[in-house]
């Protein structure tokens, strides 16, 4: 399996789209908003897919330099 196209702004658009799916999947579950668990917005899941984003995001600010 080759994967020569998975680069730094592939990564990003992987992680917008996982955000994206977890959000959605949370709104039609219909639990409590302050429900921890499947909170898309809480969830740990989404928070290492942002924090995977902003450290290719800073990477790229400061290899640009």
């Known amino acids: 399996m080759k994967v020569d196209f998975i680069n730094a702004e592939w990564v990003k658009q992987y992680c917008d789209v996982?955000?994206?799916t977890a959000t959605e999947r949370w709104e039609r579950a219909g639990r409590p908003k302050n429900d921890a668990w499947i909170?898309?917005?809480?969830?740990?899941?989404?928070?290492?897919?942002?924090?995977?984003k902003?450290?290719?995001e800073t990477i790229e600010r400061i290899d640009g330099k």
């Open 18 to 20: 996982e955000i994206k």
């Open 39 to 52: 909170n898309g917005s809480h969830s740990g899941f989404i928070h290492a897919l942002q924090h995977l």
């Open 54 to 56: 902003q450290l290719i």
